[in-house]
Nanobody, 117 residues
Framework: QVQLVESGGGLVQAGGSLRLSCVAS????????MGWYRQAPGKQRELVAI???????NYADSVKGRFTLSTDNAKNTVYLQMNSLKPEDTAVYYC????WGTGPDSWGQGTQVTVSS
């Protein structure tokens, strides 16, 4: 499996911004998809944003217009720029690497994002 290391989480006030980073141990060009999920306490893990090779990025309705996913192929890194953060964005954010073929998905260890009101 691919190792993923996330960073950039933290505590921020409502209306603030954070940028999450996820560095992969393998080329992200070998991924059919890379993205971010989140899991709040007592809730299921949910999609935040995902980009598929050759396709546009899909965002959860709750983050459209506020979050932006981007990639740096040379650094094997995917970013999540989060603006206008809300308390309901509080969750552990996980990076996903979905390889081509039949290999399993890889997940990062998660990074905590806490938005205070």
């Amino acid at each position: 499996q691919v190792q993923l290391v996330e960073s950039g989480g933290g505590l921020v006030q409502a209306g603030g911004s954070l940028r999450l980073s996820c560095v992969a141990s393998a080329s992200i060009l070998r991924a059919i998809g890379m993205g971010w999920y989140r899991q709040a306490p007592g809730k299921q893990r949910e999609l935040v944003a995902i980009t598929a090779t050759g396709r546009s990025t899909n965002y959860a309705d709750s983050v459209k217009g506020r979050f932006t996913l981007s990639t740096d192929n040379a650094k094997n890194t995917v970013y999540l720029q989060m603006n206008s953060l809300k308390p309901e964005d509080t969750a552990v954010y996980y990076c996903l690497y979905r390889p081509w073929g039949t290999g399993p998905d890889s997940w990062g260890q998660g990074t905590q994002v806490t938005v205070s009101s």
